[in-house]
């Protein structure tokens, strides 16, 4: 018979239960793995994908419910069958208040076995059905953030649904504040895989040291610190979709790992050697040139390829100022409805202020300006042109200081200024003036250090 997706693992001290349940799960088409016990079992359950678990309730050492408990602990999604005598029904009925499927008592018959696991595989997929109703729903309030109807948009919006139920990796890029994260969000819901996790790890804030085991996890004991093993994200992630946020910051001694991990789909963890298969999809972003990286031999190329399979460029709202009277919309309705304001109104001529301004840091900005002019008009006032605080990005407030009050600055004086100017402006928040300044979080703790500026 042909094999089907799914993998069970039997679990039973007794051998020739072992032995014919597994016959018959082969000839029935699934995968399977057979386990002597509770501990066997947990160490499967840490190597492999494992659908569904059918288990002895009374074994020696770990029994039926514990293991139970722990599994559900671990990995909630994965089924548990219980096999029990007559005369532990009760325990059975305790099992299956505890997370258990359901029971099959001894001596138990193949149909019974049979009927119990399409049973349990049935419920799951009615049960992602409307977990897919329900992320569709996700997924129109998430394309709701997602304001335009310029052309640049709408074709961003045929990108999401062509490459949304597929498995493509795909690159995300654009400036800071453009929307890369809701665009890669909405992918998500779309997909088939809207009802597992979707995770992100922001990749300029690893620490280089931390890499592996943030990525990959650890084993117990692999490292000074290690008192459990733990799971790193690509396993958090598995069967659903993992965001590399700003994925150009990953140090180049690295890149090679990923890109191993990304063409095989397994993962061995720090201080661990079974190789552990992950089924994750892949969305990353940057906000730098890729190309640029690549030729000043910062970012590989081959790690570059597999991950731009699916590009989407995601354009400044410089480039999308028809956008920007229906953002305003959305934003005043948004800030009216949270400060319990009646629905605000914006003067002609602040709009057009809005409309001429460039926006260096494209949507989040205008969402700051914006709830900040909210505030300042008070419940009953339009939101008028002195309503409208545009900050000075720190490169031109250092040329208003200095260049125009005393001569011009040398090029480093000017970078001390700017990096000073980003951190008083966002109260000292190292990954909002990284980002300010157009730099990863990392190149600004190395600047802070060439100018003694805090560790």
Same mark, same amino acid.
């Given at each position: 018979m042909k094999e089907n997706q799914y993998q069970i693992l039997v679990v039973d001290d007794d051998q020739e239960i072992l032995t014919v349940l597994e016959e018959f799960l082969r000839s029935c088409g699934y995968k399977v793995l057979v386990a002597g016990n509770g501990k066997e079992a947990l160490e499967l359950l840490g190597q492999h994908k494992i659908d569904l678990i059918i288990s002895d309730l009374i074994m020696p050492e770990i029994k039926g419910i514990e293991l139970l408990e722990r599994t559900?602990?671990?990995?909630?999604?994965?089924?548990?069958?219980? *096999?029990?005598?007559?005369?532990?029904?009760?325990?059975?009925?305790?099992a299956m208040q505890k997370g258990a499927f359901d029971f099959v008592t001894k001596p138990f018959s193949f149909p019974n076995i049979d009927k119990s696991i399409k049973r349990y595989f049935e419920h799951q997929s009615l049960r992602r059905e409307?977990?897919?109703?329900?992320?569709?729903?996700?997924?129109?309030?998430?394309?709701?953030?997602?304001?335009?109807?310029?052309?640049?948009?709408?074709?961003?919006?045929s990108h999401i649904n062509v490459v949304a139920r597929s498995d493509a990796t795909v690159f995300i890029r654009g400036e800071s504040g453009t929307g890369k994260e809701l665009i890669a969000r909405a992918i998500h819901l779309a997909s088939d895989r809207a009802d597992k996790p979707f995770l992100k790890v922001n990749c300029a804030a690893v620490p280089e040291t931390l890499f592996e085991s943030t990525f990959f996890g650890h084993q117990k004991g692999a490292f000074s610190g290690a008192h459990q093993t733990k799971k790193g994200i690509f396993e958090e992630a598995d069967g659903g979709t993992l965001l590399l946020d700003e994925i150009s910051e990953i140090p180049f001694s690295l890149q090679a790992k990923l890109l191993r991990v990304l063409q095989e789909?397994?993962? *061995?963890?720090?201080?661990?050697?079974?190789?552990?298969?992950?089924?994750?999809? *892949? *969305?990353?972003?940057?906000?730098r040139n890729m190309s640029e990286l690549i030729e000043e031999g910062k970012f590989r190329q081959d790690l570059f390829y597999r991950l731009n399979i699916f590009p989407i460029e995601v354009p400044p709202l410089r480039e999308r100022k028809e956008d920007i009277p229906l953002l305003v919309d959305h934003f005043l309705t948004v800030?009216?409805?949270?400060?319990?304001?009646?629905?605000?109104?914006?003067?002609?001529?602040?709009?057009?202020?809005?409309l001429e301004y460039d926006w260096p840091g494209n949507i989040r900005q205008m969402e700051n300006i914006l709830e900040r002019a909210v505030l300042l008009s008070g419940p009953d006032d339009p939101i008028a042109s002195k309503h409208l605080l545009?900050?000075?990005?720190?490169?031109?407030?250092?040329l208003d200081d200095d260049h125009f009050n005393g001569g011009l600055l040398t090029l480093k004086e000017m970078e001390e200024k700017m990096i000073k100017a980003a951190l008083q402006k966002t109260g000292y928040?190292?990954?909002?003036a990284a980002s300010l300044l157009g730099i990863s979080v990392r190149t600004l703790r190395n600047k802070l250090k060439v100018y003694n500026m805090g560790n």
């Amino acid at each position: 018979m042909k094999e089907n997706q799914y993998q069970i693992l039997v679990v039973d001290d007794d051998q020739e239960i072992l032995t014919v349940l597994e016959e018959f799960l082969r000839s029935c088409g699934y995968k399977v793995l057979v386990a002597g016990n509770g501990k066997e079992a947990l160490e499967l359950l840490g190597q492999h994908k494992i659908d569904l678990i059918i288990s002895d309730l009374i074994m020696p050492e770990i029994k039926g419910i514990e293991l139970l408990e722990r599994t559900k602990k671990m990995y909630p999604d994965t089924g548990f069958i219980i *096999i029990t005598a007559y005369g532990t029904i009760n325990l059975a009925v305790e099992a299956m208040q505890k997370g258990a499927f359901d029971f099959v008592t001894k001596p138990f018959s193949f149909p019974n076995i049979d009927k119990s696991i399409k049973r349990y595989f049935e419920h799951q997929s009615l049960r992602r059905e409307n977990q897919y109703l329900k992320n569709q729903l996700s997924l129109h309030y998430t394309q709701k953030k997602l304001i335009g109807q310029s052309e640049a948009m709408q074709r961003i919006y045929s990108h999401i649904n062509v490459v949304a139920r597929s498995d493509a990796t795909v690159f995300i890029r654009g400036e800071s504040g453009t929307g890369k994260e809701l665009i890669a969000r909405a992918i998500h819901l779309a997909s088939d895989r809207a009802d597992k996790p979707f995770l992100k790890v922001n990749c300029a804030a690893v620490p280089e040291t931390l890499f592996e085991s943030t990525f990959f996890g650890h084993q117990k004991g692999a490292f000074s610190g290690a008192h459990q093993t733990k799971k790193g994200i690509f396993e958090e992630a598995d069967g659903g979709t993992l965001l590399l946020d700003e994925i150009s910051e990953i140090p180049f001694s690295l890149q090679a790992k990923l890109l191993r991990v990304l063409q095989e789909m397994t993962i *061995i963890r720090v201080g661990g050697t079974v190789e552990i298969p992950v089924d994750v999809r *892949i *969305i990353a972003t940057s906000n730098r040139n890729m190309s640029e990286l690549i030729e000043e031999g910062k970012f590989r190329q081959d790690l570059f390829y597999r991950l731009n399979i699916f590009p989407i460029e995601v354009p400044p709202l410089r480039e999308r100022k028809e956008d920007i009277p229906l953002l305003v919309d959305h934003f005043l309705t948004v800030f009216s409805k949270k400060y319990h304001y009646k629905k605000k109104k914006i003067t002609k001529e602040a709009l057009n202020q809005l409309l001429e301004y460039d926006w260096p840091g494209n949507i989040r900005q205008m969402e700051n300006i914006l709830e900040r002019a909210v505030l300042l008009s008070g419940p009953d006032d339009p939101i008028a042109s002195k309503h409208l605080l545009f900050e000075l990005d720190p490169a031109q407030k250092v040329l208003d200081d200095d260049h125009f009050n005393g001569g011009l600055l040398t090029l480093k004086e000017m970078e001390e200024k700017m990096i000073k100017a980003a951190l008083q402006k966002t109260g000292y928040h190292r990954e909002k003036a990284a980002s300010l300044l157009g730099i990863s979080v990392r190149t600004l703790r190395n600047k802070l250090k060439v100018y003694n500026m805090g560790n």
